[in-house]
């Protein structure tokens, strides 16, 4: 059964609204730092319960949790920062054989950004030297967001129709797994390594994106990839200028991504010109004016080179492993 457009819209928008009322409460009595640290927890349970169901979203929002608890731990050591995002990257790759990676994706997003720029946090005024209880005070906010919001979707909104999975083939999925690990390694310790201002964070966070199991069908998909993001991006650099209120930059990404999970993915563009402002403005922590803006769509146009690049090097590697395997002709 296909729901129309504004029912998901209504359901998804009204449990996101509820599912907000503890982070906000939580920022009144606390500190409003925790808004922006529990909608990271959001990403992977939105997305894991509604392509998948709630169970599948509390799995990623418990992976999230101590991935993003070991993140901050590692964000000052290239080497270490870069063997955990391979770890998610391969992750990823091996969920394709069940076809769930499309929301296994969501947890190496959501950490990436914790990874390269360590949220502020009362109580702690360097997050470098703030240590374990620092990390695992972010990990578990991360978590019980990710865990309350999934539930939540789980119980009211249960009668929303969920996409059929489509696992791939071993050989694909194995060979997307590898792309994305060497990829986000790569991407992860150029950018702790000698650009360590956050702003690197867009260079992994496009890979991630474009980069896509099939390379046999990639040019048009990656076109439309590269044209999404690209938009997506500028659209969310454009609302990081305007205005400083991450308050503002959350509720907006919200709001787009309660768009992105109530539209169709086709045409494919539009779906990621969405999703994507979505995600930069629920990991917004402010504005930081136009030179900082012309970095990050810099970083976003040198992502979609790169991922362009290994999707072609990819698919010429198994358009001529079929040809080595296919029968001569007699």
């Known amino acids: 059964m296909t729901w129309p457009f504004w ?24 500190t ?62 091996l969920a394709a054989l069940r076809g769930v990676h499309a929301s296994v994706l969501m947890v190496p997003l959501a950490a990436e950004f914790l990874l390269v720029s360590p949220p502020p946090l009362a109580g702690w005024s360097m997050a470098a030297d703030a240590g374990i209880a620092y990390a695992l005070t972010v990990g578990a906010i991360v978590l019980l967001s990710g865990v309350w919001t999934s539930t939540l979707f789980g119980v009211l ?19 997307y797994a590898v792309a994305l690990t060497v990829a986000a390694a790569a991407t992860t310790y150029v950018v702790l390594q000698w650009y360590p201002d956050g702003l690197g964070a867009w260079l992994i966070m496009t ?59 086709k045409p494919y563009w539009r779906f990621v010109s969405v999703l994507t402002p979505a995600i930069v403005l629920m990991a917004s922590t402010g504005a930081d004016g136009v030179a900082v803006d012309a970095w990050r769509l810099g970083w976003t146009l040198a992502g979609a080179a790169l991922a362009v690049v290994v999707t072609l090097v990819v698919n010429g590697v198994l358009v001529g492993r079929g040809r080595r395997r296919s029968p001569r002709p007699a």
């Open 7 to 30: 029912k998901r819209f209504v359901i998804v928008a009204l449990v996101l609204l509820v599912a907000m009322l503890p982070p906000v409460g939580a920022s009144l009595l606390w």
């Open 32 to 93: 409003p730092e925790i808004r922006g640290i529990a909608v990271l927890g959001f990403i992977p349970g939105i997305v894991g319960t509604l392509k998948v169901r709630w169970q599948h979203g509390v799995l990623l929002s418990v992976v999230l949790g101590a991935a993003g608890a070991v993140a901050i731990l590692v964000h000052d050591t290239p080497a270490l920062g870069a063997l955990l995002m391979a770890t998610l990257g391969a992750a990823v790759g």
């Open 157 to 175: 909104g249960r009668r929303l129709p969920r996409p059929p999975l489509e696992p791939l083939p071993r050989e694909q999925a194995l060979t």
């Open 207 to 265: 890979v991630l994106l474009l980069l896509q199991p099939d390379p046999h069908k990639a040019l048009r998909k990656t076109v439309q990839r590269v044209a999404g993001t690209i938009l997506g991006v500028s659209a969310a650099a454009i609302l990081l200028v305007i205005t400083d209120s991450a308050a503002l930059h959350h509720a907006l990404g919200s709001l787009l991504l309660v768009f992105a999970m109530s539209m169709h993915t």
